[in-house]
């Protein structure tokens, strides 16, 4: 009897133990200072337009370059865009240092208590040409076909795979400037409603449906692993 006590701590102990043990691993995610470079664009890419760009780091490791304020989708999600740098020597100049260019890109999903950070893929969505605009894990954009001649009111909810909202807007504008599919859709809220105004005509769309679970805990073993 004289045992029991002692018995009773070492097993207290091990389940703290235990407990400890498959706690999970706490992240830090940050930004880093703003930095402006020169982005080339237009047909002959000869005009240049300041980007403010900015590290993500994750536990003080730079996993990306982003550009503009995240958007938070949860307390404990945010999305945020892309930028990156791309090597624009030619060929017959690839015995000579890389020649670094900024580039915009697509969206990041970033999980603050994972420390996951996913690229997110938005169909017939263009990075020169779509001009997104989030609302809760909503995001709106005019999409653009793979041959460049059709545009599409888009919309696309995190956590799905298809589109909430395809619809053919008509023939995507020849223009070579950024952005210029459209401009930027615009939310309201109760009902949920989108619109789209290309060429200065207004559409809106009634968006339906709620709120999907977008926690993805996949990479958990990864961490544990490392």
Not at 69 to 79: A, S, Y
Not at 95 to 114: C, F, I, N, Y
Not at 165 to 188: I, N, Y
């Amino acid at each position: 009897m004289r045992n029991y006590p002692l018995i009773s701590w070492l097993a207290l102990l091990v389940s703290l133990t235990g407990t400890a043990a498959a706690a999970p691993k706490a992240h830090v995610v940050s930004f880093g200072k703003l930095t402006v470079v020169k982005w080339f664009v237009g047909l002959d890419e000869k005009q240049a337009v300041d980007l403010k760009v900015r590290a993500l780091y994750v536990d003080g490791r730079q996993k990306e370059f982003t550009l503009g304020p995240p958007h938070e989708v949860t307390d404990r999600l945010f999305v945020v865009r892309r930028a990156f740098r791309l090597n624009d020597a030619l060929p017959d100049e690839s015995g000579s240092a890389p020649k670094w260019r900024w580039e915009r890109g697509g969206w990041l999903m970033v999980d603050r208590l994972t420390g996951r950070v996913a690229i997110i893929d938005l169909p017939d969505f263009d990075t020169y040409y779509s001009a997104p605009n989030w609302y809760r894990d909503y995001v709106a954009y005019c999409g653009v076909s793979d041959d460049g001649k059709k545009m599409y009111a888009m919309v696309m909810q995190l956590g799905r795979r298809k589109p909430v909202l395809k619809k053919l807007l008509g023939d995507a504008p020849d223009d070579d400037m950024p952005d210029s599919a459209c401009p930027g859709p615009v939310w309201q809220r109760q009902p949920a409603r989108v619109s789209f105004a290309p060429d200065g005509q207004k559409v809106t769309y009634s968006v339906r449906g709620h709120a999907v679970d977008v926690v993805n805990d996949s990479d958990n073993e990864d961490e544990a692993s490392e």
